[in-house]
């Protein structure tokens, strides 16, 4: 297999965590004999700073090209002055919208060496593994009309059926590897969006008979997500509803140095940490690269089917997280504190080692 992967390091720390997570991602290839070639392009304020812009047009044409364009983060204080369109946050939003990336994926699953670090209880948290499927180009956020003035401010909720029916049908496809629930989550004893949204779920339902769909209002997700996270496997929502979850499912089960997260339209894919440029740590080599390994091994699991080496990367890092070795940001008493370059490296050892385990049947996953 061939894959053609656009690196997109971006801004502050984006590019030390982007290393470890192409290291990886080589490490992967060449197990699983997969040819990946890879091109790197800027974004953001470095490409401010040398074109003028923060997303070029050569930058894109290179994301149209390829398979999966795995991104670092951008943004920093030197551009933030800038008018809005010239931020380097801006290429993002743009990126997302000429990739047409509809949908985000950002993953609850807890790593068994992580659980006593998080804020809940073990005994609430253990087994924790689900995903939130949020709708990412509709919805309140792009809404018309929209506004405000001296006396009022408004904002407009719809969704036309087509942009239900295609992130619905998202939610079954990949419910049908995982657990096979999805929970729709709405607030449809109050929006007529809602109900809309639901009858529309429910229609696309009914071509996935073997998938169990439930649907919950969105303040009771809240709760039950701190309550019983166990309980759900895809939750599927809307914007502004999945904007909210899924903060909520990432920081239960990690720290924002170890949340990815999947952009996915009809045909690219983006995959990125959830955290930021982190300028306050940036060139210090002390930024955690989990969050970004993770991303890529969410890009072999759904741009490239392949689940085993998604599973291996995971098992890699619940072993170094086992062992004890922390990045700044997870650092805790008792354990190693490490850099970005030893925590890639120690992933790196640590895949190899349970790869030759697995092949010799001492380790499965
Ligand atoms: P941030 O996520 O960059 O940092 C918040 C805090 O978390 C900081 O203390 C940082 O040091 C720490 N942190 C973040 N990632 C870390 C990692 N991998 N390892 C260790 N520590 C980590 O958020 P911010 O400070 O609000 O924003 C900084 C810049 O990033 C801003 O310009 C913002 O607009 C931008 N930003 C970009 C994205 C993106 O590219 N997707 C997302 C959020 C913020």
Redesign the pocket.
């Known amino acids: 297999m061939t894959a053609k992967i656009t690196l997109l390091p971006?801004d502050?720390?984006g590019n030390e965590?982007i290393e470890g997570a192409v290291k990886v991602t080589k490490a992967v290839a060449e197990k699983f004999d997969m040819t990946l070639q890879f091109e790197e392009r800027l974004i953001?304020g470095c490409s401010y700073d040398k074109y003028g812009k923060p997303l070029t047009e050569d930058t894109l044409q290179t994301c149209y090209d390829s398979d999966a364009v795995l991104?670092?983060?951008?943004?920093?204080y030197k551009w933030?002055a800038l008018p809005h369109h010239l931020k380097?946050?801006a290429a993002?939003l743009d990126l997302r919208k000429k990739l047409e990336l509809f949908i985000n994926i950002r993953p609850s699953k807890i790593f068994p060496a992580f659980v006593n670090d998080s804020s809940l209880k073990k005994e609430v948290l253990e087994g924790t593994d689900f995903i939130v499927l949020r709708e990412l180009t509709g919805g309140i956020y792009f809404g018309e009309p929209r506004g405000y003035d001296k006396d009022k401010g408004w904002n407009t909720m719809s969704y036309t059926r087509p942009e239900v029916e295609r992130i619905a049908r998202k939610a079954f496809e990949l419910a049908k590897n995982r657990s096979r629930k999805v929970t729709s989550v709405d607030k449809a004893n109050v929006l007529e969006v809602s109900q809309f949204w639901r009858e529309i779920v429910s229609e696309v339902h009914k071509d996935y008979p073997d998938i169990e769909l439930s649907n919950m209002y969105v303040d009771n997700a809240a709760m039950q997500i701190v309550r019983n996270p166990r309980q759900f496997d895809v939750i599927l929502t809307s914007n502004m509803f999945g904007d909210i979850l899924s903060d909520i499912g990432g920081m239960i089960t990690g720290s924002?140095?170890m949340l990815p997260s999947a952009s996915l339209g009809e045909k690219y894919a983006l995959y990125?940490?959830?955290?930021?440029?982190?300028?306050?740590?940036a060139g210090q080599n002390?930024?955690?690269?989990i969050?970004a390994i993770s991303s890529a091994a969410m890009m072999f699991d759904i741009s490239f089917q392949m689940t085993k080496a998604a599973e291996l990367i995971d098992a890699a890092i619940e072993r170094t997280l086992k062992q004890g070795k922390r990045?700044?940001?997870i650092h805790s008493e008792g354990c190693e504190l490490v850099s970005t370059q030893q925590m890639t490296d120690a992933i790196l050892t640590n895949f190899e080692e349970i790869y030759n385990e697995q092949a010799l049947g001492v380790f499965t996953l």
């Open positions: 971006g502050g720390i965590i953001g991104l670092g983060a951008v943004g920093g933030e380097p946050e993002l924002l140095g990125e940490p959830v955290h930021g440029s982190a300028p306050d740590i002390k930024a955690n690269p969050a990045t700044v940001d």
